[in-house]
């Protein structure tokens, strides 16, 4: 049976049309994937025939044959209540943070008019979706899970109602191959159990290969090619699609030329970070678990592992971004000073780069403020004159557009957001970068020219790089070496094509495996 068909479907904005014509169906039980990069229309074509827009839709679109075009809002609020459930790839936006999971769970179980559900079914509906201590989870707010597991909860609000269709907007984006895996094969999972059909939306075809039924490839608001997922890989007929499929990371290939090494930069000896556990729990929980790491000049390093490894923790530790208990810092030889201690001088030397880049930017600011913030901040020494010169070379550096400074981050694109952040941390000449899931939230035609970036910014300066990533492909593609954690603690290290080629703990090979 048939349950959701568009048809003819435009959508506009402010007059101005970013889907046009754009048609498909998918049955009950069924999975359907939008495939395409960032400002191709996908999630517009998903999101605002149910109201969750302020554009404009024209066309048919139709759930189990009621049209949604030009339905009211009570009717609409009806279909995304009791018929639709929705999985957006922000989880920790997507989530009130003033609420526990539990309590947010619940609402969205008896927002279908069901009966209030009991703890021990709360708990059960974490479990099925693969959260682990689910009884505990109940009574966590949003920012004390990792991205993979508030990612898990999300889906089990989105699934509490028993809908008929699942909308999921980029939902294992910024999640680990192997929980990327975990996940996609949850959903088809539950399609196959609820008779749900799954409509999905990905900038990724690797990522969904071998987990939809079919696939349409959207390109500047049309679909420019549809068919199942093995004739698109393995036949694609557009130039957009080949494009897709090339720029996707791989860990085969000839290594690359990466830069050479100097003189140790940072050492970090037995670092240990833990946090209370939540609610009327008593004692820590161990999140990093007295780890050493080692980064010299010119050298990239990569900490990879699964979503709540410690490996953002044990970074933000190293770096003085984030708490430590234990351990000690040395720069340059030198201890580095606690956090509260740090002088300008020394976080100019280290300076980082965010997953998310329009979050990480000031949305009252322009670009030209945000990247001579720091710049003010911690090189006192320039002047005004000097420091909107400093401003313009760096904004040159990362390839943007002059006329872009006096834009906000609200009118750049993912990548141009991206280029402003890395010009912001290249503003006070620092010898080290930490980029944190850097381009994970970037679709990967949009990362790859970030990478190239951060290749040649690499090279041309002699930068360190401290990387944390959850996917092997990239690290490989930008890192000299490898580290890999598991539960806070390093299991296993090295150069980066050896431990590929020839990876010895079992988790390391499991990364390998789900990236390839």
């Known amino acids: 049976m048939t349950l959701l068909v568009a048809d003819a479907l435009d959508i506009s904005i402010g007059g ?26 996908k999630s517009q074509t998903c999101l605002a025939p149910f109201g969750l827009s302020p554009a404009t839709v024209a066309g048919s679109f139709r759930l189990d044959g009621e049209e949604l075009v030009g339905a009211g809002e009570e009717t609409l609020r009806r279909i995304r209540g009791r018929e639709v459930g929705f999985v957006f790839q922000q989880p920790l936006t997507a989530l009130t943070p003033h609420l526990t999971i539990g309590a947010q769970l619940r609402e969205a179980w008896t927002q279908a008019g069901a009966a209030r559900p009991g703890r021990a079914q709360m708990a059960a509906a974490l479990e099925r979706v693969g959260l682990d201590r689910a009884e505990e989870r109940l009574d966590q707010y949003p920012h004390r899970l990792s991205g993979g597991q508030r990612q898990r909860a999300l889906i089990a609000m989105a699934i509490a109602h028993r809908p008929k269709l699942l909308v999921a907007d980029e939902p294992t984006t910024a999640l680990d191959a192997m929980l990327r895996t975990e996940i996609m094969k949850m959903l088809g999972r539950l399609c196959d159990e609820e008779g749900m059909a799954l409509l999905l939306v990905s900038h990724d075809l690797a990522a969904v ?3 939809v039924d079919a696939i349409a490839v959207m390109h500047a608001g049309r679909i420019v090619e549809t068919g199942s997922i093995h004739a698109v890989l393995g036949d694609p007929q557009t130039d957009y ?7 996707s990371p791989s860990l085969d290939g000839p290594p690359p030329a990466l830069g050479p090494i100097g003189a140790p930069l940072i050492e970090a000896r037995r670092v240990s970070v833990s946090f209370a556990r939540p609610g009327w729990r008593r004692g820590r929980l161990q999140a990093v678990d007295a780890v050493d790491i080692d980064v010299a000049e ?8 699964g979503s709540g490894s410690g490996k953002s923790t044990f970074a933000r530790a190293v770096a003085r971004l984030g708490p430590i208990d234990a351990g000690e810092i040395r ?22 780069v965010f997953q998310d880049p329009v979050a990480s930017l000031d949305p009252l600011w322009k670009v030209r403020d945000i990247v001579a913030e720091p710049l003010r901040r911690l090189r006192p020494d320039l002047g005004g ?34 280029r402003v952040a890395i010009a912001r941390a290249l503003g006070p000449d620092p010898a080290m970068l930490l ?16 990478l190239d970036l951060l290749a040649d910014l690499q090279r041309q300066r002699g930068l360190a790089i401290l ?34 080629a020839a990876p010895a703990h079992p988790l390391t090979r499991r990364l390998v495996d789900a990236s390839r």
């Open 16 to 41: 101005r049309r970013i889907v046009e014509g754009v048609g498909f169906a998918i049955e009950a039980g069924r999975s359907l994937a939008l495939v395409g990069a960032s400002g191709s229309g």
């Open 209 to 211: 290969a071998d987990h």
């Open 241 to 247: 699609a080949r494009a897709l499929i090339a720029a």
């Open 298 to 305: 010119g050298e990239a390093v990569a900490i990879v592992g």
């Open 331 to 352: 720069w340059r030889g030198m201890p580095l000073p606690e956090r509260k201690a740090m002088r300008p001088r020394d976080r100019a030397g280290l300076q980082p």
């Open 385 to 418: 004159a000097a420091v909107a010169a400093r401003v313009e070379a760096v904004l040159a550096e990362v390839g943007l557009d002059p006329m872009l400074a006096g834009r906000r981050p609200g009118a750049l694109s993912g990548g141009q957001a991206q």
């Open 435 to 450: 980029l944190d899931e850097a381009t994970s939230a970037l679709d990967v035609l949009v990362a790859g020219t970030i």
């Open 467 to 500: 990387m944390i990533t959850h996917d092997l492909a990239v690290a490989r593609r930008l890192c000299h070496r490898i580290v890999v954690m598991d539960a806070g603690r390093i299991v296993e290290e090295g150069p980066a094509e050896r431990l590929i």
